[in-house]
């Protein structure tokens, strides 16, 4: 079975700073594809971030990136320049490549703070 | 292009009384997943309909729980009766299909039990 481990329960970044939060995954897959997800108060899941298995290079979006260790079934995601509005809970998230049961498998979570 | 609607955003009730969920998914999509998640933890699939078939059950509690996604559209989850271990946020998700296609998420309903 999958299991996806957040370690980080709560993290805080000041404002225009970087952070890290980190996701370890557990998979006999070869081929995965893995997301971040961000939960504001307003409750929505939001895409922030998703990466191919089969891919070497880490992905990108604005000031989001990963860490993508495939070996190392890590995946980490890191935020620059931080935003108020960053603030929220992070879900990291695994999907098989399968067709038909696609589900997504989500850690814990870690709730973001950004300190003015 | 409007998003996953949900209904209702708060429910209460009394343990063993009845509740009913309801999800629009995306114009379109012919994926939908309903998942539930506990204060403090990440949602957890309960299940995944393809059009208006089940492709995943295997955790939904079958003694308490029902869905259905009549004509391939709109779907409602019901919980009878309820437990207090049921309270949770249920979240709606639908995709275009099962394939690399992202999910999106409604808002939800949180269900406070009793």
């Known amino acids: 079975a999958q299991t996806v481990t957040q370690s980080q329960p709560e993290m805080s970044v000041q404002e225009a700073e970087t952070v890290t939060l980190s996701c370890t995954y557990d998979?006999?897959?070869?081929?995965?594809?893995l997301f971040w997800y961000k939960q504001p108060p307003s409750r929505q899941m939001i895409l922030v971030i998703r990466?191919?298995?089969?891919?070497?290079q880490n992905a990108t979006e604005n000031r989001f990136s990963v860490n993508f260790q495939k070996a190392a079934k890590s995946f980490s995601l890191k935020i620059s320049d931080s935003q108020l509005g960053d603030a929220a809970m992070y879900f990291c998230?695994?999907?098989?490549?399968?067709?038909?049961?696609?589900?997504?498998?989500f850690g814990t979570g870690t709730r973001l703070t950004v300190i003015p | 292009e409007a998003g996953v609607a949900q209904s209702p955003r708060y429910k209460i009730i009394e343990k063993r009384q009845s509740v009913a969920f309801w999800c629009n998914p995306i114009s379109g999509h012919a994926t939908l997943y309903w998942y539930q998640q506990i204060l403090g933890q990440g949602p957890k699939l309960l299940i995944q309909?393809?059009?208006?078939?089940?492709?995943?059950d295997s955790q939904l509690p079958k003694d308490r729980f029902s869905a259905e996604r009549l004509k391939g559209v709109d779907s409602t989850l019901k919980i009878q009766p309820a437990k207090l271990e049921d309270s949770a946020v249920y979240l709606c998700?639908?995709?275009?299909?099962?394939?690399?296609?992202?999910?999106?998420f409604g808002d939800g309903t949180r269900l406070s039990i009793l």
């Open positions: 990466q191919e298995a089969y891919k070497q």
């Open positions: 998230a695994y999907r098989r490549q399968l067709a038909g049961a696609n589900n997504l498998f």
């Open positions: 998700a639908s995709s275009a299909g099962t394939g690399n296609q992202p999910q999106h």
């Open positions: 309909f393809q059009n208006n078939g089940v492709v995943d």
């Open positions: 998979t006999s897959e070869s081929d995965y594809y």
